[in-house]
C-alpha cells in the first residue's frame, strides 16, 4: 500500500469549525493523517453555510475540510458521549477551538482527558489562549488582526485601516497549533506522555509583526502602514508602469545600479540622496518618482523581461485568477482538485509540505458530507452501528 | 535539569539567513532545540547588516536569533568543510535557504547528504522550490506577496497594490517548513528514515489564500481588495468613530440585531437592504455610512465598553507599542527579553505555541556573536579547538 504521508499513522479526532481549527487539521490530513471531524448533528461545521456554494455546496467548507472524514455527535447526549469518548480513546491527536470552557463543562477539558488517555495530544485554538483575563472573549480575524498590530503596519499612509486581505489571523494560528502538535508529537515519541497544545490568535499575530517590533524598540516610534514599501529595503515594493504596477527588489546597491542601468537613468547611484539603501530609505518618495518616471513609458510586460534580463528580482501583481494559471505554481502542485458527489470538481490550494518519499496528488479526497462516516466509525470502535442509528433519533437513550 | 522544551533531544544545524528560515529555526529553538547558525566568516547572517541597530547590534538579527548558538564556516575551505561534516553527522535537522543548486554544488545536496547520514532531516525553504522551471530564480518577500496573490487582495478598492505590513511571504514559509520538520520527525521516529522538506515561499503564499480560491473557482470572478472588509461577512470591518476607528465583527442575524440597538438604531435590521448577512455584504456600502453615522458622537472608548458589554465583539487598532502594553499579550507571555551583552535588554515577540509541562520564560538566551561557538563547539565533536583556530587562518590547511 502506499505511503499517504508522514502522519499516516494518526488518528486525529476533530472538533474545529470554520478556519483556525480546520486549517490546522487541513495540514495534518495532508501529510497523511487520518481526520474525523466531529460535527453538531444539527448543521455541522459553520463553514458549511458561509458562501460561495456551488450546486448548493460551500467551496469554503470544501475547500478546507477535504480528505477528512465526518461523524454529527451531540456531547450532551450520552450515547453520543459514548461514541465520542471511544474515539478519544483511540485518538492520537484532539484539535478544538471551541470558546475557553465549553471543553470543560462537557467534562472534556485537558485535565479530564489528560487523566483518561495520557498519550493523547491535546490541541486547542482559540481567541485569547486558555490563560489570562481576556480568554472567555470571543475572537474572530478582523479583532486579532485590529488588536494584534497587523492593520497599524497594512495599508497607505492616510488611508482607513487595511484588513490583510486573507484572514490571518485565523491562518496564523492554524499553523502554530500545526506546529505544537508536532512538537507534543515528538515530545510523546520519547516519553509516552501527551500534552497540552494552547494557541491564541493574538499571540500568534504579534509573533508574525517580525521587524515591527523590533523597530519599535530600537527608536520607541510606533511604526506606520507604507503602502508597498519595505521598511528599512529600498527600493522592494511596487512601481507604476505605462499600464499596471510591477513589483521591483532591488536590495543592494549592486541591483540598485544594475536597476538604473536596465531603466536607462544610470546616474541615479551617484545622486547623493540615493547613494545606499539607508539613503534611498529615507528618501524613498523622491526614489520612487524618479524610478516611476522612468518606467511610464512601457508596459509591464516589457518592463518584466527587460529587468528579469538583467538579473533583477521583479515580479507582476498577480490575481487568483493568475496565479492558478502561473506555470511554476502549477509544476509544484499548489493548484489542486477535488471531486464532490455534487458539485463537481472543485479547484483548492494544494499542500505547500512537499517531502521526499511521499505521494502529492493532484486529485484529492473531497471533504465530507455530515455525518457520512456514521456506520463506519461506529463499526470501527466495535460499537453496534445499527443500535446507533436508533439511538441517535432517541436523544439520551 | 528543567526541561527546556519538546524538541529538546535535538541538533539542528542551521545554514539559513534573514528571515523564513531563521524564523522556522526560532520555533524550532523556542521548542527546545539546539539550533547552531553555520555562518560565512566574513560578515555572518546578512541580517546582521540590517537595521534598526542598538549600540550598533541589529535589533533585527537579535530577534529573529535569539538562544542559537553561531560557529563560522567556509564550506569551501578543507578544514572548516570537517567541522560542518563532523556536525551534520551528530544532527538531527538541517535547514537551508540558500537558492536552489548552492547546496548541491557544494556536496552537500540532499542525495548527498542522505546517503551518508540516512536519520538527517533536510529542510530546504526557497523561494520557489526545488523543482519547476523557475527554482533557479531568486525570491524576496515582495516578490512572492506580489506573484501569489495576496496583494491583490490587500488595500482599498482603487488605491495602488499595497503590500501586507509583515513580511509574510517569508513567515509563512518558516512556518510551514517548521510544519513539515516536525512531520518528517514523527516519520523518522517510526522508521528511522530522514526526509527532505521542501518547501517554497510561493507555494505558501497560495496556501494561505483562503477563500478567495474557493470564490473565484465558485464565480469564476477573481476577487479584488476591499479595504478593512471581509469578503462574505457583514458588518465584519473597521469603522470611524469621532476621535478614530474601531472594528466590530457582528456576523451574524442576532449580532447584527443587538448592535443595532446598542448604536440606538433599531431600525436598521428591518431594513430591506441589511435584512440578512448576504444582504448586508451586498449593501456594504450603504451599511457603512449608517453605521458610521450613529458612531461619529462618540469615541473610541465610549463605543468599545457599550458595545463590549452588549456582547458584541469588537476592538481598537492598535500600533506596535499599544500591542506590547496589551495586558492579555503581556499575561501571554508575548512580550519577552534577551539580554543582549553590548546592546543591553531587547524586547522582542514570545512564542505563541504554549505547551504543558514546559517552561515559558520571559527572559531568553540572546541571540549568538558570529563564532561565539567556535571552540565549544569542535571540543563537543571531538575537534582540537586550538589547532582548528590555527587552520581558519591557514584557510584550508
Redesign the interface.
Known amino acids: 500500500m502506499p505511503r499517504r504521508?508522514?502522519?499516516e499513522?494518526?488518528l486525529v479526532v476533530d472538533l474545529t469549525r470554520v478556519?483556525a481549527g480546520p486549517f490546522c487539521t487541513l495540514?495534518l490530513a495532508d501529510?497523511g493523517a487520518r481526520v474525523i471531524k466531529v460535527e453538531h448533528p444539527d448543521r455541522g461545521d459553520d463553514a458549511r453555510a458561509?458562501?460561495?456554494?456551488?450546486e448548493g455546496r460551500s467551496?469554503?467548507f470544501?475547500?478546507l475540510n477535504r480528505g477528512k472524514e465526518s461523524i454529527a455527535l451531540d456531547l450532551h447526549e450520552p450515547a453520543d458521549r459514548e461514541v465520542f469518548e471511544a474515539l478519544v480513546a483511540r485518538a492520537d491527536v484532539l484539535v478544538e477551538n471551541f470558546r475557553v470552557g465549553v471543553m470543560g463543562r462537557l467534562g472534556y477539558g485537558?485535565a479530564a482527558l489528560?487523566a483518561r488517555y495520557p498519550r493523547l495530544v491535546y490541541a486547542a485554538v482559540s481567541g485569547?489562549?486558555?490563560?489570562?483575563?481576556?480568554a472567555m472573549?470571543?475572537?474572530?480575524?478582523?479583532?486579532?488582526?485590529?488588536?494584534?498590530?497587523?492593520?497599524?503596519?497594512?495599508?497607505?499612509p492616510g488611508?482607513?485601516?487595511?484588513?490583510?486581505?486573507?484572514?490571518?489571523g485565523?491562518?496564523?494560528?492554524g499553523?502554530?497549533?500545526?506546529?505544537?502538535?508536532?512538537?507534543?508529537?515528538?515530545?510523546r515519541?520519547?516519553t509516552g506522555?501527551g500534552?497540552?497544545?494552547?494557541?491564541?490568535m493574538?499571540?500568534?499575530q504579534?509573533?508574525?509583526?517580525?521587524?515591527?517590533?523590533?523597530?519599535?524598540?530600537?527608536?520607541g516610534v510606533?511604526?506606520?502602514?507604507?503602502?508597498?514599501?519595505?521598511p528599512?529595503?529600498t527600493p522592494?515594493?511596487?512601481f507604476?508602469a505605462a499600464d499596471a504596477?510591477?513589483?521591483i527588489?532591488a536590495?543592494n546597491d549592486l541591483l540598485f545600479a544594475r536597476l538604473c542601468q536596465a531603466l536607462e537613468r544610470p546616474e541615479l547611484p551617484e545622486d547623493e540622496r540615493f547613494a545606499s539603501n539607508?539613503l534611498r530609505s529615507r528618501n524613498a518618495d523622491a526614489l520612487q518618482a524618479e524610478l516611476e518616471e522612468a518606467l511610464r513609458p512601457h508596459s509591464v510586460a516589457h518592463w518584466l523581461e527587460r529587468l528579469a534580463g538583467a538579473g533583477i528580482?521583479?515580479?507582476?501583481?498577480?490575481?487568483?485568477?493568475?496565479?492558478?494559471e502561473?506555470?511554476?505554481?502549477q509544476?509544484?502542485n499548489?493548484?489542486i482538485r477535488a471531486v464532490d458527489a455534487v458539485a463537481g470538481a472543485?479547484?483548492?490550494?494544494?499542500?505547500?509540505?512537499?517531502?521526499?518519499?511521499?505521494p502529492d496528488p493532484t486529485e484529492r479526497p473531497a471533504a465530507p458530507e455530515l455525518d457520512e462516516g456514521r456506520e463506519r466509525v461506529r463499526r470501527e470502535l466495535g460499537l453496534d452501528g445499527s443500535q446507533a442509528a436508533g439511538s441517535r433519533e432517541g436523544g439520551g437513550s
Not at 472573549?137 to 497607505?156: E, F
Not at 472543485?346 to 511521499?358: C, D, I, R
Request: glycine share 10%; net charge negative.
Open positions: 504521508g508522514p502522519f499513522d494518526l478556519l495540514l501529510l458561509i458562501g460561495p456554494f456551488v467551496a469554503y470544501m475547500s485537558w489528560h485569547f489562549g486558555q490563560t489570562g483575563l481576556a472573549r470571543p475572537a474572530y480575524d478582523i479583532v486579532v488582526q485590529a488588536l494584534g498590530g497587523i492593520m497599524s503596519l497594512t495599508g497607505h488611508s482607513p485601516p487595511t484588513r490583510v486581505g486573507t484572514s490571518i485565523d491562518i496564523a494560528a499553523l502554530f497549533t500545526a506546529v505544537g502538535i508536532g512538537a507534543a508529537l515528538h515530545h515519541a520519547r506522555e500534552s497540552q497544545v494552547d494557541v491564541a493574538l499571540d500568534s504579534v509573533a508574525i509583526l517580525e521587524n515591527a517590533i523590533a523597530r519599535f524598540a530600537a527608536t510606533a511604526p506606520a502602514p507604507l503602502g508597498s514599501r519595505h528599512s529595503i522592494f515594493q511596487a507604476a504596477h510591477l513589483v527588489a536590495g539607508d528580482p521583479c515580479a507582476p501583481i498577480q490575481d487568483v485568477a493568475q496565479v492558478l502561473d506555470p511554476q505554481v509544476a509544484r499548489m493548484v472543485v479547484t483548492m490550494a494544494g499542500n505547500p509540505v512537499k517531502l521526499s518519499g511521499f
